[in-house]
């Protein structure tokens, strides 16, 4: 049973930072790709970064790119988000993800399992 189980969220001011984690387990991670998505309410789930399970190879939605930095610990099997200069935009649920297949995505359905999602929150 693979589970991902987020942490780290929070309310901030804008421009403050924040970082979430996710913990992986239940399979061998090696290699497969982890994501972070976020939805805000009333919006679609969105794509927020993505990342190869060596770290080698990442990727961003427009939107943090510059602003926010996906990361893996691949000895603890953790993946995190670190985002900074965060805006009030930035206030969603955030949820971990990974896929069975490589190759790094960013569609909600190209990603297998999910977490139970963090809230972060940024006042103005």
């Known amino acids: 049973q693979v589970q991902l189980v987020e942490s780290g969220g929070g309310l901030v001011q804008a421009g403050g930072s924040l970082r979430l984690s996710c913990a992986a387990s239940g399979r061998t991670f090696s290699g497969a790709p982890m994501g972070w998505f976020r939805q805000a309410p009333g919006k679609e789930r969105e794509f927020v970064a993505a990342?190869?399970?060596?770290?080698?190879?990442?990727a961003y939605a427009d939107s943090v790119k510059g602003r926010f930095t996906i990361s893996t610990d691949n000895a603890k099997n953790m993946v995190y988000l670190q985002m900074s200069s965060l805006k009030p935009e930035d206030t969603a649920v955030y949820y971990c993800?990974?896929?069975?297949?490589?190759?790094?995505?960013?569609?909600?359905?190209?990603?297998?399992?999910w977490g139970q999602g963090t809230q972060v929150t940024v006042s103005s």
């Open positions: 993800a990974a896929r069975r297949d490589y190759g790094l995505r960013s569609g909600v359905h190209d990603y297998d399992y």
């Open positions: 990342i190869s399970w060596s770290g080698v190879i990442t």
